[in-house]
């Protein structure tokens, strides 16, 4: 099975923010038999973009960064490229982070505390049909026969009311967007990001802006910790 692997030619596209993250990752993924990085990426926007082009079998992608959330890249990269498994890899393993993971059907979630041939192991368990998270990220999911899912006795958060457009609304209000820039990069009419936001306020109780923001860092969702 792992000659099988190894035989195997996975090509990868590495998406973070960092350019000493993505390259320290291509130099050590490139020694690697079988596995060849195709691309990589800056930013959730730019990763769309590669992987059109460059047609990767796994995408590492990391979760916090600037501009289009992640998730959404995912699933518009997923309706592209559906044969590319994404693999999300972050330092934050926040319950909403996972959740979010788990509903745009990601492959796998590593913590950055992972040491170089966990990531490999992941890529190559990945490329091959399954699926790999880390045991900090196993822990706190129910796998069943349709798939993966954050454990119920896990949601009790006030996050758990809401939809995933709308805790995606509230990460963008935490970085600072208006409704305006929300909806260019969301693709959505300003008047429907106004709408969500109103149920979300509503749903949370929490009627400004900075309140909205506090409420993501103490969730987990703004990409830093509390």
Do not use: W
């Not at 992608?61 to 559906?82: E, N, Q």
């Not at 709408?195 to 900075?210: Q, Y």
């Amino acid at each position: 099975m792992l000659e099988d692997k190894l035989s195997t030619n996975i090509r990868v596209l590495i998406v973070d923010d960092h350019a000493l993250v993505r390259e320290a990752l291509s130099e050590r993924l490139q020694r690697e038999p079988g596995i060849t990085v195709v691309g990589t990426a800056g930013t959730a926007d730019e990763a769309i973009e590669k992987a059109n082009a460059c047609n990767p079998n796994v995408i590492l992608m990391d979760i916090d960064m600037p501009g289009l959330i992640c998730f959404d890249a995912a699933k518009t990269i997923a309706s592209l490229r559906p044969d590319a498994h994404i693999i999300f890899l972050s330092a934050f393993t926040h319950d909403g982070y996972i959740e979010q993971a788990l509903e745009v059907e990601a492959r796998g979630y590593l913590t950055k505390r992972e040491p170089p041939d966990r990531v490999v192991e992941a890529i190559r368990e990945v490329a091959s049909g399954g699926a790999y998270f880390s045991n900090e990220v196993r822990s706190r999911i129910v796998v069943h026969p349709r798939g993966a899912k954050l454990d119920e006795d896990r949601r009790q958060s006030r996050a758990s009311l809401l939809t995933q457009r709308e805790v995606q609304i509230v990460q963008y209000i935490a970085r600072g967007l208006s409704k305006k820039e929300i909806a260019a990069t969301m693709h959505l009419a300003v008047k429907t990001v106004d709408r969500h936001c109103a149920n979300l306020m509503t749903k949370l109780d929490i009627h400004d802006r900075v309140g909205l923001t506090r409420f993501a860092i103490r969730e987990g969702l703004a990409g830093v910790d509390a």
